[in-house]
Structure formats: C-alpha cells, structure tokens
C-alpha cells in the first residue's frame, strides 16, 4: 500500500488525463482500499479539487484520524481556498505529520495571522524547516 500510495502521488501531473483521474478517485474514495493508499491517491489528486467529488475525498480522508496528515497534505497542495481553514486548527496538533502539514499549509495559504505560532516554531527542532518555509 505504501509503494501504491506513492505511485498515486507521482502520478499527480498526469491527473488531467481521464482514466488516470478515474482510477485515482476509484481509490481515494473507496473505503475498503489501503488507508495509506488512498491518502496517496488524494494527494495525487490534489490540482483536481474542483471536481466536487475530489474535494469529497479529501474531507472525508480528513474526517479519519489515520488519514488526516495526507488529507492536509492534499488540501495544501492544491492551493484551493476552501481548504484554507483546516490548517490553523492543526498548527499544536500532537500528531507530529499532521502538524507538520498544517505548518506547510499555514504557509501555502499566506496565514499571517499564524505568523506568532509559525515563529515559535523556528525554535523547535523538529519542526524548523517547514516553519521557515511557512514563515517566510
């Protein structure tokens, strides 16, 4: 599922081509398939969130604990505003990925009202890269 879940990703610029876009939301919204699988799927699907049933995936991805860190991911990558609000709620989440995407996000969608939190960050170890990336 992993090794899949990554195939999924890589395939995100050939998202626009039909039967690839159709197999990766085959996955993504299938309950039964892999969790890790289908987190990589919707990250592969991420520039198609205008589709309402990608933006679905992503929520409901979201909605499952296991599954929140690619959620985040895929809503930050595709830069698409309805996601926007997800990230500043997860910016001291105890689940160091999930957290780690919220501070990516933060940055993708331009949060300067975060920009405090984001700072504090440049001192923790673990999480320094992405807050500078987030903060600058």
């Known amino acids: 599922p992993k090794v899949r879940a990554r195939c999924w990703e890589a395939l995100s610029d ?4 039909a039967e690839i876009r159709a197999a990766m939301l085959s996955v993504a919204g299938n309950p039964q398939a892999p969790i890790e ?3 990589g799927a919707a990250v592969g699907l991420s ?7 990608v933006a679905a995936c992503i929520r409901e991805l ?9 959620a985040l991911e ?17 910016l001291d ?6 957290k ?5 996000g933060a940055g993708y969608f331009n949060f300067a009202s975060e920009a405090g939190k984001l700072k504090q960050l440049l001192n923790d170890d673990d999480f320094r890269d992405e807050a500078l990336f987030a903060y600058a």
């Open 14 to 17: 050939a998202s626009e081509r």
């Open 37 to 39: 699988e289908r987190g």
């Open 47 to 53: 520039f198609e969130t205008a589709e309402p049933k």
């Open 62 to 70: 979201y909605e499952n604990p296991a599954a929140r860190a690619k």
């Open 74 to 90: 895929a809503m930050w990558r595709s830069t698409d505003r309805q996601f926007a609000n997800y990230m500043p709620r997860h």
């Open 93 to 98: 989440d105890s689940d160091p990925a999930v």
């Open 100 to 104: 780690r995407q919220a501070i990516l």
